[in-house]
């Protein structure tokens, strides 16, 4: 409470003292911030300089570039500038505090100062300089001096593993959305862009080896709706919809990350939802029988399970893995693991011949057979396997790296066996699932809900666990329900501003309402980089509670704190002369039938309405 009224009166003070009107605010929260007087003030004559190195002035002309965009101000680099300029310095003696990632950012009314062991820490400086620039001006005033607020700053990362997933298989994305996607997540500061390429609905990565992967298993017929139960494949039906990435493609995404300190982490999904490649290679199923590429039927994408029993299949993965291998520079391959539906594997002779010769003693046992088979792969081109928890069905493969998603409980067994775990939890981590009431969010029931309050709680490091083997967590964008490019980002954001929080930021600095507020900060960057996302932290929600004599009450909240609440039961649109919300539990009137809710701040209305049937919030 006390912190809430702290705020607000910093608030009241930002914007109503001109002198003071810098705001200092960063996600992810910074290890160390002082504030000081002053401010830093850049203007067309400010210069970026650098001891001349390459990579230092490839990121002075990025940030040179950001800063133009944002203030219309040209900044230009030099290698041996006096006076109010922006220094970039890689340490000539390395600072232990700050790691290898980490920076020293001084703000100073003489100059600005960005200090760093490596150019990544120096990329991640001038992300946390180009938030306060961005927050301290406006687009009305581009080509004007911008004031920087004063600070010091010394700032790393809690975890190396700082990832977001993206699905591109159920929907495809072009190479232009993932660089923008990849574009947003540095201004957050994340390093690992997982890349999950390969699924039932569409195979995304050209293979010279095997052109059919693409040719047939990139495009499906075309399905607007609800995913898992769309209509069937019709007879005779052209598959229309889809698109992969070609090598070239990939080559350029690839540079593209590197120049921003981005591992792509690509995922090859196998030996379950493989169902776009045994559309374009039949004999690589249990059955061999000719299938289409799934569209999200309703009957589910049968048989999309590569044959275990089948040699010429783990030639095409090594095929397969030894081209990715080659595009992706990073040390991981991901090969999925996950969901495999042993029914296919049951019924298989050749299956069951593989389990007799090598005395496995259920499907599990196989399932670990392949993955160990498919680990010899990925580790004969140089790499490292990592998978989705069921890989540790049936005996993990001897390095394998665990990427724990069916809650915790995978990434502790892998972490207490001496295994590294990425954490990506259902309950914290899936930013497909709806934000907000599930009537505002308009998905069908009964898709989850992750609202961004309970993202921001998550903790990575188990209790009891080593943290060592903790090497991070992940935000994941499945797309089943996510068809156009900007709805990724509407999912994504700012839930995942929440998670960088969570993956970067020292534990004890985590404080959700200070979050709150500069979330709120943040949001017109957003805005600035046309970046859509999910304002759902302003709306109402409502639930329902009874008293101890079975009387029926509601509450209401907001995730955002301090919004009025006004409500009605008798079918009125609320508004500002509404009841309002109290803070105390509200009796229901006898016959009510229907509850509105809408949040207000400075008499202007701010979330979206809130209208929910009685009947329907007594079922949740
Ligand atoms: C998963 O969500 N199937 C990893
Ligand atoms: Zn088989």
Redo the contacts with the bound molecule.
């Keep these: 409470m006390k912190n809430r009224f702290l705020i607000s009166f910093l608030l009241l003070l930002v914007s109503t003292i001109s002198f003071s009107q810098e705001v200092v605010s960063i996600i992810p929260e910074p290890v160390n911030l002082t504030q000081s007087s002053g401010h830093f003030v850049i203007n067309g004559k400010t210069k970026i300089v650098t001891n001349g190195d390459e990579s230092v002035l490839s990121l002075a002309a990025m940030f040179a570039d950001r800063v133009d965009f944002l203030t219309g101000n040209k900044l230009t680099a030099t290698s041996k500038g006096k006076g109010k300029n922006i220094s970039l310095q890689i340490n000539k003696t390395r600072n232990n505090e700050i790691g290898d990632e980490g920076y020293v950012l001084e703000i100073q009314p003489s100059g600005v100062k960005v200090a760093a062991n490596n150019p990544s820490g120096i990329f991640y400086g001038l992300q946390s300089l180009l938030q306060l620039v961005s927050l301290n001006s406006t687009t009305e005033n581009k080509g004007q001096e911008v004031a920087v607020p004063a600070v010091s700053i010394v700032d790393y990362p809690r975890f190396a593993w700082r990832g977001l997933m993206l699905d591109v298989s159920r929907h495809f994305f072009d190479k232009e959305f993932i660089k923008k996607f990849m574009d947003q997540m540095v201004e957050y500061k994340y390093n690992v862009f997982h890349w999950h390429l390969t699924d039932d609905p569409g195979w995304r990565i050209e293979i010279m080896k095997y052109p059919k992967l693409t040719e047939v298993g990139a495009w499906r017929v075309p399905r607007t709706g609800v995913f898992y139960s769309m209509p069937a494949v019709k007879p005779g039906e052209k598959p229309t919809y889809g698109g992969y990435y070609t090598q070239e493609d990939i080559r350029e995404i690839v540079k593209y990350a590197a120049d921003r300190f981005i591992t792509i982490v690509p995922e090859i999904d196998i030996p379950g939802h493989s169902r776009s490649l045994i559309a374009a290679y039949p004999q690589a199923s249990c059955s061999g029988r000719q299938t289409t590429v799934y569209a999200g039927e309703i009957d589910g994408p049968e048989g999309n399970v590569l044959c275990a029993g089948n040699e010429a299949n783990f030639k095409m993965l090594d095929d397969i893995l030894g081209e990715v291998a080659a595009l992706f520079p990073g040390e991981y391959i991901h090969i999925g693991g996950?969901?495999v539906c042993k029914d296919f594997w049951e019924q298989c002779p050749k299956c069951q011949q593989v389990m007799t010769d090598n005395g496995l003693k259920d499907e599990h046992e196989l399932q670990s057979y392949f993955i160990k088979r498919a680990e010899k792969i990925v580790e004969s081109k140089g790499k490292h396997l990592i998978g989705?928890d069921e890989i540790l069905e049936g005996g993990l493969a001897p390095n394998a790296t665990v990427m724990s998603?069916r809650g915790m409980e995978g990434g502790i067994k892998a972490a207490s066996e001496g295994h590294e775990v990425v954490m990506t939890p259902?309950d914290f981590c899936?930013l497909d699932y709806m934000q907000g009431d599930p009537i505002t969010s308009g998905f069908p029931a009964p898709w989850p809900t992750l609202d961004i309050s309970k993202v921001y709680s998550f903790e990575p490091v188990p209790n009891g666990i080593d943290p060592k083997y903790i090497l991070g967590g992940q935000g994941?964008v499945?797309t089943e329900m996510i068809q156009e490019e900007r709805q990724v980002e509407y999912m994504t954001w700012p839930r995942a501003m929440a998670l960088s929080e969570v993956f970067w930021s020292p534990k004890e600095k985590r404080n959700s309402e200070n979050f709150m507020h500069r979330l709120e900060q943040n949001l017109p960057l957003l805005d600035k980089n046309k970046t859509k996302y999910a304002r759902s932290v302003y709306d109402p929600f409502a639930k329902l509670t009874e008293t101890s004599s079975s009387e029926l009450q509601v509450e209401f909240g907001s995730e955002f704190p301090g919004l009025d609440i006004f409500y009605s039961f008798n079918f009125a649109f609320p508004d500002e002369y509404s009841p309002k919300y109290n803070g105390q539990p509200v009796t229901i009137p006898t016959g009510a039938v229907e509850i509105k809710a809408i949040t207000y701040r400075d008499g202007k209305p701010i979330g979206q309405m809130l209208r929910v049937k009685i009947d329907d919030l007594k079922n949740r």
């Design positions: 996950d969901e989705w998603w259902t899936y994941n499945w």
